[in-house]
């Protein structure tokens, strides 16, 4: 609210500064106009005999500048006498108590008569000028800005109305655009504060149970390790869990901060695709499950292929988990347009509509239930979607027909 105080009142200052100046300038412009008049009287004379003689004087005319209709001359002599009373007219009466000051000659003044504004200028004329009424004398030339003073506090006072409706304007819109622009943060900020709840969660369920099973065995000092093996088994999973859960925590700040190291180059589907593939043929058949292969396309594509092998083994991983016994599990590409797509499919529940925009959240799950018992943080497809807008793809879920999901990844297709 300050910054733009200062701003419109700077703004205003200027502007009305401006207009005052130009107003000024115009009037003494006028003015200087009018002393050129005064100093260059032509010697105009009205004749009363064709042929006049030594007897007969030339009848001079009275002062005639040309002067606006707002302007009065004042002819003082040297004593300070007015001169020019008659010439004045109904003028007489407010312009009467002005006395001559010599001090100021040649200096554009503004004083203020009977409340009435006046420019004024005092010079004196020569001697040689044609107008013996100027002649000799100091003539004061004053123009009545009355108008112009007028014009100019309207202007000063819808300057200032105009910036202040401008300026709670520009308040009320700088607001709405602080606010569209604190989305991002205020959303930032609000993934950050779920995301370390979610992470304290996930890491106190296996510290619990691991501390409970500590506990548990020191209250049996002289049991065999044989005798615990089970409470150590079960501790061991969950530090396996934990490293699992610490190990995608890291991988999603490197993300954020910008600092994952991306080996790009050239590459063929095949070349990446084959080595995460072949480890779950035997683990897919191993469940009662069916594994479909069906990989023809050979573009070539600017990745890192150790990136796409992870993103590869997290969505064929979820596959595996939530496709049921005697289920089918399958893997295909497409070339569409400028786009590398590989698809996997599952034949398990599906995805509602509701969750599909919110499965690549941190932490989200679709059955909170079901990835408790499966082991899983809600991390994978996070980490996922990172992986791919790192390669500038594209991926999302849709629906597999009669049922079960499709994850369809696209990357954009090089050219050397």
Do not use: C
């Amino acid at each position: 609210m300050a910054s733009f105080a200062v701003l419109f009142l700077t703004l205003g200052f200027i502007i009305f500064n401006l207009f005052q100046s130009s107003t000024y300038k115009s009037i003494d412009k006028d003015m200087r106009e009018q002393v050129a008049s005064v100093k260059k009287q032509p010697n105009i004379q009205k004749q009363t005999d064709p042929n006049p003689g030594p007897d007969h004087p030339v009848q001079q005319n009275k002062p005639n500048p040309k002067m606006p209709f707002q302007a009065s001359i004042l002819v003082f002599d040297d004593n300070g006498k007015l001169l020019n009373k008659s010439s004045l007219g109904n003028r007489y009466s407010v312009l009467k108590n002005i006395n001559l000051n010599k001090k100021n000659i040649n200096k554009k003044q503004t004083i203020v008569v009977h409340n009435m504004n006046f420019r004024s200028v005092l010079i004196k004329v020569s001697k040689n000028n044609n107008n013996p009424m100027y002649a000799g004398h100091y003539v004061l030339i004053m123009q009545n800005i009355d108008t112009q003073i007028q014009t100019m506090k309207n202007f000063e006072k819808i300057l200032i109305l105009t910036f202040f409706i401008f300026w709670i304007i520009a308040l009320v819109i700088s607001y709405f655009l602080a606010r569209i622009n604190m989305l991002p943060i205020v959303k930032s900020w609000k993934q950050q504060t779920e995301f370390v709840n979610d992470a304290a969660h996930e890491l106190r369920t296996p510290l619990t149970i691991i501390q409970g099973k500590l506990e548990y065995m020191l209250t049996k000092p002289n049991k065999k390790i044989i005798d615990e093996a089970e409470a150590i088994s079960v501790s061991l999973d969950e530090v396996s869990r934990l490293n699992s859960l610490t190990n995608n925590l890291l991988d999603l700040a490197r993300f954020d901060q910008a600092t994952t190291k991306l080996n790009f180059e050239y590459t063929k589907p095949q070349l990446f695709l084959k080595d995460p593939i072949e480890p779950f043929k035997d683990i897919i058949n191993s469940q009662s499950k069916v594994f479909q292969i069906n990989l023809n396309h050979q573009p070539t594509l600017y990745l890192d292929r150790n990136k796409i092998k992870q993103l590869l083994i997290i969505l064929l991983d979820n596959a595996t988990k939530y496709t049921p016994k005697n289920g089918t599990i399958k893997i295909y590409d497409q070339v569409e347009g400028s786009k590398y797509q590989f698809i996997i499919s599952d034949t398990g529940v599906g995805i509602n509509d509701s969750d599909k925009k919110k499965i690549f959240g941190r932490f989200y799950r679709v059955d909170k239930s079901r990835n408790q018992s499966s082991g899983g943080h809600g991390l994978g497809l996070a980490i996922a979607k990172q992986i791919v807008a790192n390669h500038q793809g594209h991926i999302f879920v849709r629906d597999n027909l009669p049922h079960g999901s499709e994850f369809v990844v696209e990357l954009p297709i090089k050219h050397k």
